[in-house]
C-alpha cells in the first residue's frame, strides 16, 4: 500500500517552455501533497504544500506563478514549470499523505527535469 | 541553529557490523519523526516512523527517540552494502502538516 506516482520520470525540454508533472496516490487518498526539489549532492527543499481543493502553500522564495499547482482530487495534483529554464533544471519529487494517517509522506518516484 | 540536524558524514561501516545514524532537533513540540533512505538518484522511502520515546524494531532497523535530549537514532543491524545511502531525518509537529528533514547522512557500508 502507499504508492505514489510521478509521470513522467524524465523530461527534456526547450528553454521558455512549460512542463507539466503528475503525481498520482495509487491506492489511498491524499488530503495533502508537497512537491520538493532537489539538486545534485543537496538536501530535498519543499517547494509547496498542496491541499485538495485549495490553493497551494509555497515556500518562501519559491514564485508561484512560476510553479502552478493543482490538486483537484483526492488522488492527483500536478506541478507546473512555467517558461522553463536551465536553472530549473532538477530533480522534482512529490510526496502524498494519507487521508488517515497521522504525518506520514510517501514519496513518489521522482521526474528529472532538463531544460536545454 | 537549524531545525533538523544530522551529520553528512560519509559514515563507513564494514559489512556486518551496527551503523549507527544520528539526529537532533530543536522544536520540542515534535511528535513524530521519520527515517528515509535515498539512494543516489532516487527518491526517498520509508523506513520506520516512531512516535514514543524509547526504541522501535523492524527488521534490521532500530528507531529510538529521547525527547528529552531531542534526538532520535537510527541503528542498522548486520550491515548490507546495498544499505549504502543516504538517510534523511524528518520531524513533525504535533498537527502540524509540514515535515521538517536534516540534509541527510550517507551511509557506506564496506564489503
Known amino acids: 500500500g502507499a504508492v505514489v506516482s510521478q509521470h513522467p520520470s524524465r523530461v527534456i525540454c526547450k528553454s521558455g517552455t512549460s512542463v507539466k508533472i503528475e503525481c498520482r496516490s495509487l491506492d489511498f487518498q491524499a488530503t495533502t501533497m508537497f512537491w520538493y526539489r532537489q539538486f545534485p549532492k543537496q538536501s530535498l527543499m519543499l517547494m509547496a504544500t498542496?491541499?485538495?481543493?485549495?490553493?497551494?502553500?509555497?515556500e518562501q522564495g519559491v514564485e508561484k506563478d512560476k510553479f502552478l499547482i493543482n490538486h483537484a482530487s483526492l488522488t492527483l495534483s500536478t506541478l507546473t514549470v512555467t517558461s522553463a529554464h536551465p536553472e530549473d533544471s532538477s530533480f522534482y519529487i512529490c510526496s502524498a499523505r494519507a487521508r488517515d494517517s497521522q504525518e506520514t509522506q510517501y514519496f513518489g518516484p521522482g521526474t528529472r527535469l532538463l531544460v536545454l | 541553529q537549524k531545525e533538523v540536524e544530522q551529520n553528512s558524514g560519509p559514515l563507513s561501516v564494514p559489512e556486518g557490523a551496527i551503523a549507527s545514524l544520528n539526529c537532533t532537533y530543536s522544536?520540542?513540540?515534535?511528535?513524530?519523526f521519520f527515517w528515509y533512505r535515498q539512494y543516489s538518484g532516487k527518491s526517498p522511502e520509508l523506513i520506520m516512523f516512531?512516535?514514543?520515546?524509547g526504541d522501535k524494531e523492524d527488521g534490521r532497523f532500530t528507531a529510538q527517540l529521547n525527547k528529552a535530549s531531542q534526538y532520535v537514532s537510527l541503528l542498522i543491524r548486520d550491515s548490507q552494502p546495498s544499505d549504502s545511502a543516504t538517510y534523511l531525518c524528518a520531524v513533525c509537529p504535533w498537527g502540524y502538516q509540514k515535515v521538517t528533514f536534516g540534509t541527510g547522512t550517507k551511509l557506506q557500508v564496506i564489503p
Open positions: 498542496s491541499n485538495e481543493g485549495s490553493k497551494a502553500t509555497y
Open positions: 522544536d520540542r513540540g515534535s511528535q513524530s
Open positions: 516512531i512516535y514514543s520515546n
